[in-house]
Structures are given as C-alpha cells and as structure tokens.
C-alpha cells in the first residue's frame, strides 16, 4: 500500500469553530489533492498541490483553505465550519499531474453540528 | 459546467456474469480518462489510464474501452465474481492539472 495516511480519521464539530484536517505522504510524491465525497457527486475536488507552497483551488473551494509547508503534509482547514461541510474528504497524491497513476488515503469523516 | 455521467448508478448482477457500464464525458474537453475502483470501506484504486482514441487496456477479468470523438467509455468485467463488487469511477482529464470526477456505478454481485 502506498505511504498516505489521512488524520483524523473521524471528526465531530460545532459550527463556526476551525478545524484542520492532515495529509501525510511517505511516497515523496509532488502532487497533492483534497477531495469532498458527497452522495451524488461522487469525488470534487477542493484544493491541489503541484509543490511546496504551490496550491491552487479546485471546484469546490469556497470555505476551505490549505497549506503545504513541506512535500509530505497537505493540510486542509475550514476555517469556520458549517453544516454544508459535513462530508467525507479524500486527500491523494501522484507522482504525474492530473491524478495519473493517484493513490488515495482512507478518508476523514467530518460532522458539522 | 463540465459533466462525467455514468450509467447505471447502480447494478446487480449474478456471479458468473459479464456486465459493462458506461462512462460519458464531453469530447472537446479530453486530455485523459481514468479508472477507479472503490470498494466500500476502503479508498479508490487506480485501474487504468487512457488518453488515445481507440484505447484498450485490460487487467485481468476487467477490460476498458475509450472512444474519445464521440465521448464515452465502457468498462467490461467478464465472469464476475463477488469480490468484483465495488463502486467504479472515471474521471476526466480535462487539461494539464483537472480532473472531474463521475458519481460512479455501484455494482453488487450476488454469489
């Protein structure tokens, strides 16, 4: 299995508090991505990484923010959590940009209450 | 707002059956398609990449199709088998860094 793991694996939280939801890679991979899975929807994306400190928002972005201080750590934050966050999150990684040959962490359950 | 739809949404099939499901995406905005397979409780894997007209990848029972000038593609499971039942997703590379994501098709086989 490849080296990604996702932290925490589920959370509870009230609404407008922060939360910050951690990506760690052991592949050395340069890509990076945060996913929402929402029923109907299937998998969108909220931010990528193409390099340390390179980010760039994807379409679903509105409400979430993230940072990649190191090539090993993506961390997604919703800076004021509300309801409509309430979801699950994939983060991934590739080697190739576009999600070529992507390998996907276990997901964090979050619930806004 | 660009679209990847797949059909069904969901299938069951008997053990010992070929299914196929379908994958379709708008033409003019192909780079690549992807692969998944999702089996509950778990995270996606990556089956297969395809990027050319005509494409034909195969992995074991299940094989893929990819018709890029009229925008679809088919993923074939021959036989199937229980363990076969996941969710399978495609996604489309639209250029150098988007990918979108279909709803998937859930399939359950029934030993």
């Not at chain 2, 034909?56 to 088998?81: D, F, P, W």
Request: with cysteine; proline share 4%.
């Amino acid at each position: 299995d490849a080296g990604i793991t996702q932290s925490p694996r589920h959370k509870v939280t009230e609404t407008g508090t922060p939360v910050t939801l951690r990506c760690h890679q052991t592949e050395n991979h340069r890509y990076m991505y945060w996913y929402r899975q929402d029923p109907g929807h299937g998998l969108r994306l909220i931010h990528y990484s193409y390099g340390v400190k390179d980010t760039d928002k994807g379409e679903v972005s509105d409400g979430y923010s993230v940072s990649r201080s190191k090539t090993e750590d993506f961390l997604l934050t919703l800076e004021s959590a509300t309801s409509s966050q309430t979801s699950v999150y994939f983060c991934a990684i590739s080697e190739q940009t576009g999600l070529i040959e992507a390998f996907f962490g276990q997901g964090t359950r979050l619930t806004v209450v | 707002i660009l679209n990847v739809e797949q059909s069904p949404q969901s299938l069951h099939v008997q053990e010992g059956d070929s299914t196929n499901f379908t994958c379709s995406f708008p033409s003019s905005n192909f780079y690549a398609l992807h692969w998944y397979r999702w089996e509950t409780a778990k995270s996606p894997e990556a089956l297969f990449v395809m990027t050319l007209n005509g494409d034909e990848k195969k992995k074991g029972r299940i094989s893929a199709t990819l018709n890029t000038k009229e925008g679809y593609s088919y993923l074939y499971i021959k036989g199937s088998q229980p363990e076969d039942s996941a969710t399978y997703l495609c996604a489309l590379k639209t250029s150098y860094d988007k990918v979108i994501f279909g709803p998937g098709t859930s399939l359950s086989v029934i030993p």
